[in-house]
Each structure stands twice: as structure tokens, then as C-alpha cells.
């Protein structure tokens, strides 16, 4: 069985317009360009390189473990507590 093989069609090239600018290459001597991304970019690059200072931890590991560990026993227990009483 023969494979099917995809149309090209060949797009004729689009007529030359003098108004409109064509892509160049760059070189030093243009001054930059303002643009908003560029801001907001500048705004967030030292965000985006992180801090050289050690974030401490608020509470110590085992308390954190310990108030998430009792709120879901705590949690079950309410849970269990109620399935039984309203058998």
C-alpha cells in the first residue's frame, strides 16, 4: 500500500515593500532601545540571582513536623469520632 505523500506548495515570495523596514544586524553605535520587558527584566535579574545570605528557618524542624503531624491526627480522630456517631 502506497504511503500517502504531503502537497508543498510553493508560496510566492511577497512583493517588496519600501516602507517597511528589513531586518538588519546590529552594531554598536545605535542607542538601546526602551522597551517595558526590558524594565521589568532589570526589575527581577537580582531576584533571579538569588541572595548570598542562609534563609533561616522560623521554627525548628520538629516543631513544624510535630504541628502538622497532630492537626492531621487531631483531623482523623474528628473524622473517625463523627463516622461513629452517626451509624
Known sequence: MPLLQPRHSV???PPPA????????VSGEEDPVFSPVHALQQEL???AQGSAQAVEALYPLW?????IGGSSAFAWAVI??????LR
Request: aromatic share 4%; charged share 20%; no cysteine.
Open 63 to 67: 516543631l513544624r513536623v510535630a504541628i
Open 45 to 47: 535579574l537580582p531576584l
Open 18 to 25: 519600501d516602507d517597511t523596514p528589513a531586518p538588519r544586524l
Open 80 to 85: 473517625i469520632w463523627g463516622m461513629m456517631h
Open 11 to 13: 508560496l510566492p515570495d
